[in-house]
């Protein structure tokens, strides 16, 4: 009993990845969030149609970013009828992803409505409700990028998401603590992707981004960091950058790493920078095409124990090896 309590805990140890200091503060609403979720505001017209039509906006800076995989089941004629008001139901659940709050309990949306009105339901991106459905959209967003390349089936359970939580890992489950966050929420579902797809070894301990620890450590955070970034970056930004990650440094960059960043292949920085300048399409001294599915099949239950090993794959595929050690001098070695 003694020996599988150690090792429980060993496994724990290892699959927990914590920023340090470079994380982020637990929000003050930990542990009290509503789990039956409500609109910031509501936009009411007159309906153009038989049908209500139910839309959801995040609001941000007058910015509006649309809810996605949004399903409502409106009331039926007869009820519309014989009430005034009607109550809407919002359907939330996703194919690969569980959002859960307190008592891992996943959220609700339910609101009253006039059958002959439009709705337009707005979520404010720091309120609560806004950050679930910040989080909700990346989630999606990932399903939806993996269905797209042919290469969601290998998760045959649902990933737990647990928000708000006391900090920002993965442990088994993702743990959120600022839903709007995009990149840091993109970055742990990243290490749920990457366990569950074997694709490098997982490793847990102290680090910062612009320091050098072990060659695990870093492929596994410079990996999670890269899927943000495929996820929610443009891939021919040529100012691409994470909003929130490492508030220290923030913004950062993801084409180029400054010049007072740790370098070699133990660094993180330099290892999403690597993985980001094989996909993507901005031409900056380098001219590799290689797609976000050639390196996850390349990549695929490997379980890499360093960048270093990822690169030597690469070459082993056939890609050009002028142009890969080009792009690794680059952002590995910073020269």
Same mark, same amino acid.
């Given at each position: 009993m003694k020996y599988a309590f150690l090792l429980t805990a060993l496994i724990f140890t290892f699959n927990i990845h914590a920023h340090e200091s470079d994380l982020s503060s637990?929000? %003050?609403?930990?542990?009290?969030?509503?789990?039956?979720?409500?609109?910031?505001? =509501?936009?009411?017209?007159?309906?153009?149609?038989s049908d209500s039509q139910i839309t959801a906006v995040i609001l941000k800076n007058n910015i509006r970013e649309d809810v996605l995989n949004f399903k409502y089941t409106v009331p039926s004629k007869e009820e519309c009828l014989s009430q005034s008001k009607n109550l809407v139901k919002i359907d939330l659940d996703l194919d690969k992803f569980k959002i859960v709050g307190d008592w891992n309990r996943e959220y609700e949306l339910e609101f009253e409505a006039d059958c002959s009105k439009d709705y337009k339901l707005i979520f404010n991106y720091d309120s609560p409700a806004g950050e679930y459905f910040k989080i909700r959209n990346i989630a999606y967003r990932i399903s939806k990028n993996l269905k797209d390349i042919k290469r969601d089936e290998f998760l045959t359970s649902k990933i737990k998401i647990k928000f708000p939580s006391g900090g920002d890992y993965y442990n088994g489950t993702? %743990?959120?603590?600022?839903?709007?966050?995009?990149?840091?929420?993109?970055?742990? =579902?990243?290490?749920?992707?990457?366990?569950?797809?074997?694709?490098?070894?997982?490793?847990?301990?102290s680090h910062r981004i612009d320091e050098c620890y072990s060659k695990e450590l870093a492929l596994s955070e410079g990996w999670a960091s890269f899927f943000s970034a495929w996820v929610s970056v443009d891939l021919n930004d040529p100012m691409a950058k994470f909003e929130y990650m490492v508030p220290r440094r923030a913004p950062l960059e993801i084409e180029h790493v400054p010049g007072d960043v740790c370098t070699g292949p133990t660094n993180e920085w330099r290892?999403?920078?690597?993985?980001?300048?094989?996909?993507d399409l901005n031409n900056d001294n380098e001219n590799v095409e290689i797609s976000f599915k050639d390196l996850w099949d390349l990549s695929f239950r490997k379980y890499f124990p360093s960048i270093t090993d990822f690169k030597d794959e690469i070459l082993k595929e056939g890609f050009d090896p002028v142009l890969i050690n080009i792009v690794w001098d680059q952002n590995i070695e910073g020269r």
């Open positions: 637990a929000p %003050n609403y930990l542990n009290k969030i509503d789990r039956r979720l409500k609109p910031d505001s =509501i936009e009411i017209t007159n309906s153009r149609g993702v %743990n959120v603590t600022k839903g709007y966050q995009w990149d840091v929420v993109g970055h742990e =579902i990243g290490h749920a992707i990457y366990s569950h797809a074997r694709i490098g070894r997982s490793a847990g301990g290892v999403y920078s690597f993985l980001w300048d094989l996909i």
